[in-house]
């Protein structure tokens, strides 16, 4: 299984940007999956989940900028991101709860992360 992520970049203050990002491989389901970011010496944070029937949830840090979407046919989310914010500078990562076989259990899996970088 692998989580693919992209659409990461340099973007001014106010600008927006929209993240991707793929399961590939072999696997039951994908469930939850989400946006985590890390900016330098800080933790890494939540940004946004989703289930697999769409419901998404927001940090208060995205709430009203950001737009989190998933085409499950393509095993695919998307985060639109908008208003961007110096602060809103981190690497974000994808992260999913995937099942590999039917009955199998659940397994939280990493992407590799993508830089976004907010500067004028």
């Known amino acids: 299984v692998q989580l693919q992520a992209s659409g990461g970049g340099l973007v001014q203050p106010g600008g927006s940007l929209r993240l991707s990002c793929a399961a590939s491989?072999?696997?039951?389901?994908?469930?939850?999956m989400g946006w985590y970011r890390q900016a330098p010496g800080k933790q890494r944070e939540l940004v946004a989940t989703i289930t697999s029937g769409g419901r998404s949830d927001y940090a208060d840090s995205g709430k009203g900028r950001f737009t989190f979407s998933r085409d499950n046919a393509k095993n695919t989310v998307y985060l639109q991101m908008n208003s961007l914010k110096p602060e809103d500078t981190a690497v974000y990562y994808c992260?999913?709860?995937?099942?590999?076989?039917?009955?199998?259990?659940?397994?939280?899996?990493w992407g590799q992360g993508t830089q976004v970088t907010v500067s004028s």
């Open positions: 992260y999913a709860d995937i099942q590999r076989t039917r009955f199998g259990s659940r397994a939280g899996y």
């Open positions: 491989g072999s696997f039951f389901s994908v469930n939850v």
